[in-house]
């Protein structure tokens, strides 16, 4: 079998992860890199051993042996790079915000079905062997019919006023932040799990940094902790650091959330809790291989991911055995090999977050601010 030939776009710590994680597939070689400057594209290249090398991307979109970009820039550039992506007939991962706004994302789902590539926005958090356990679980009726659902998604990395990135520009980064960059991983794992889809939203939205201390030169996320006050310029801050969400379902069930950016000493934490009629589920991101099952009637469990203990159906998202702890890069391996496949063979396209999942979660974002501004409840569909 011919091994397919990507190209990646975007050299920051995300589009890292991706290289590796496509050379851990058996059917697909990254063949070649581009980023905004020819110097920045041939460094990373440098470093990771990839020769062909481009300042600009179109270059690569013109070359017809490759088959698939993966898009790893700031988010303002998604849209232009997917749609000129699509055009020139390439399948396509985006990292996410598929957009900046919901209206940029309908255009690319309806470009990507009109020109039938294969398409995928990077929610790689659904593609933990105990994510698909739990979703397993909802799907098997063993959760019962669901109540209430909470949870956050906490970093730190933007705790102090020098904390910067190109993530707090509303015109780089778009209209949200804390909610974009972060809730809209939460609720599309909230979605992708229950089977529930969010019918309203109400939040209120915080900025604890109103002006923030700006590098004169560009940082890496999560980078920048060694400058001195003489390498920085005051900068207004528009875009949240924190929101708090209540949400309402069909039926019954209910549920909050809140995104932190500024959450001393919480690295990077997801918690979600499922509370069904059956029994209760809680699995925390930061330590992925865990998953608690709470009953009121019995024992409750700590299920250590073990791929002979998961449901049928979510066995496959494990590749090692019991005891053997797989994170955050094998989520992108096994998020990877699935739009391989589908690449392969369209009919398995609908394992993906498509380009769908990527609207639905601009439109969530867009709710919330809009709640947020309007003060009350937002409809979402
Ligand atoms: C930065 O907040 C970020 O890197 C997000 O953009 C990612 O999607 C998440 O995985 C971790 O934090």
């Known amino acids: 079998m011919e091994k397919l030939r990507v190209a990646v776009i975007g050299t920051g710590f995300v589009g890292r992860v991706h290289v590796e994680n496509i050379r851990r597939q058996t059917d697909a ?3 070649a890199i581009a980023d905004q400057t020819a110097e920045i594209a041939a460094g990373f290249g440098r470093a990771l051993g990839v020769a062909r090398t481009t300042g600009e991307y179109r270059d690569l979109l013109d070359d017809p042996s ?3 970009v993966h898009i790893c820039t700031p988010n303002k550039t998604h849209f232009p790079i997917a749609r000129d992506a699509i055009e020139a007939g390439k399948n396509v991962i985006c990292e996410k915000p ?3 706004t919901a209206a940029e994302a309908a255009r690319l789902v309806e470009l990507a079905r009109a020109k039938s590539v294969v398409h995928a926005t990077s929610y ?3 593609f933990y062997p ?3 356990q739990m979703r397993r679980m909802v799907e098997t009726g063993q959760v019962g019919e669901i109540l209430a659902v909470q949870g956050s998604y906490v970093q730190d990395w933007l705790f102090y006023d020098t904390d910067y990135n190109w993530r707090l520009e509303p015109e780089v980064g778009g209209a949200s932040r804390a909610m974009a960059d972060i809730g809209s991983h939460w609720c599309d794992l909230l979605e992708h799990v229950t089977g529930r889809r969010i019918r309203a939203v109400c939040a209120e939205l915080a900025t604890f940094h109103p002006i923030r201390k700006k ?7 999560y980078a920048g902790k060694m400058l001195a006050p003489e390498d920085y310029e005051d900068r207004p801050i528009g875009t949240e650091d924190f929101a708090a969400v209540l949400l309402r379902f069909d039926g019954r069930a209910r549920g909050s959330f809140t995104v932190n950016q500024v959450a001393a000493g919480r690295k990077n934490r997801l918690l979600m809790e499922i509370y069904g009629t059956r029994c209760g589920l809680t699995w925390d991101g930061e330590r992925p291989n865990e998953l608690w099952v709470g009953r009121r009637d019995g024992k409750n469990q700590l299920l250590v991911k073990d791929p002979s203990l998961l449901e049928r159906g979510a066995r496959g998202f494990a590749d090692l055995p019991g005891g053997h702890s797989e994170g955050y890069a094998d989520t992108f391996k096994q998020f990877f090999r699935r739009f391989y496949a589908a690449c392969r063979d369209h009919s398995l396209a609908g394992d993906l977050p498509g380009f769908d999942a990527g609207l639905r979660q601009l439109e969530l ?3 919330v601010l809009r709640s947020d501004a309007e003060g009350g409840w937002v409809e979402v569909d």
């Open 29 to 31: 070689e990254v063949v």
């Open 215 to 221: 590098p004169k030169k560009p940082l890496e996320t």
């Open 98 to 100: 598929l957009a900046m």
């Open 124 to 126: 790689n958090l659904r």
């Open 66 to 68: 490759i088959d698939a």
């Open 365 to 367: 974002v867009e709710a």
């Open 130 to 132: 105990n994510v698909a």
